[in-house]
């Protein structure tokens, strides 16, 4: 429950970064925001986001303890070693993340100064740079990389293992139960990383605008409905 406090604390933090300047948009069509405010909400977007990707790497390796090393649980998942966790996942992205930003905050945009997007991404302000814009792009792509597809591959070990474990336990309440703790989890992975997928590494020639924007409603609006806190602090 520890890591689900800090997922909920998360996803709180997520979407009031992004929907009520999106209500604004729709509803007062307020359509205007300041290039402090845009770049402010671009720094928490992607914080929060990368500290999402390590968060699900941590909690299914939490999973992989209790379900295929239950025994060894409480000695190998200590509290001291949750927090240290937890905290190292926060920081280490919002560092990131600030590399990035900083390097946005030094260009010079120009043009229409019009994004064709409900919230500030990279993508979009990228776009509105009347500089050479090589240098962000590679930084941003590296850390970016750094904290999705690492935490992606954890996962997916982690779940390989897990799987694997729960197809040995003969069939019966034990499987039920072992499916039933990384169900919800899994969903929310599986929707998290499939939307990020669609929305970053589709070629742009292959994907319109549209459909980008569609992709990034799902994981910062209806991804967090599906918090495996939603469905199991009630228990």
Request: charged content about 10%; overall charge positive; some cysteine.
């Amino acid at each position: 429950y520890f890591f689900l406090v800090n997922l909920s604390f998360l996803e709180i933090w997520y979407t009031t970064n992004i929907v009520p300047k999106m209500l604004l948009i729709i509803i007062a069509e307020q359509k205007s925001i300041s290039v402090a405010g845009c770049l402010a909400q671009f720094y928490f977007f992607g914080s929060l986001a990368a500290t999402e990707c390590l968060l699900l790497a941590v909690m299914s390796y939490d999973r992989y303890l209790a379900i295929c090393q239950p025994l060894h649980y409480p000695f190998l998942m200590t509290g001291p070693l949750c927090i240290r966790l937890a905290a190292s996942s926060w920081l280490c992205c919002f560092l990131l993340t600030a590399i990035t930003m900083v390097l946005l905050s030094r260009q010079t945009f120009c043009g229409p100064n019009e994004i064709d997007h409900f919230f500030c991404d990279f993508t979009p302000l990228v776009h509105l740079s009347c500089m050479d814009t090589s240098l962000t792009e590679t930084i941003a792509y590296a850390t970016s990389s750094a904290v999705t597809l690492v935490p992606f591959l954890l996962i997916t070990a982690s779940y390989s293992c897990i799987l694997a474990a729960i197809l040995r336990i003969p069939p019966g309440t034990g499987r039920q139960k072992a499916f039933s703790t990384c169900s919800s989890h899994l969903t929310m992975v599986t929707m998290f990383y499939g939307t990020l997928i669609a929305t970053y590494l589709v070629p742009s020639a292959n994907s319109s605008q549209l459909l980008r924007k569609g992709s990034s409603l799902l994981y910062t609006i209806l991804t967090p409905m599906f918090n495996p806190s939603n469905l199991q602090l009630k228990k």
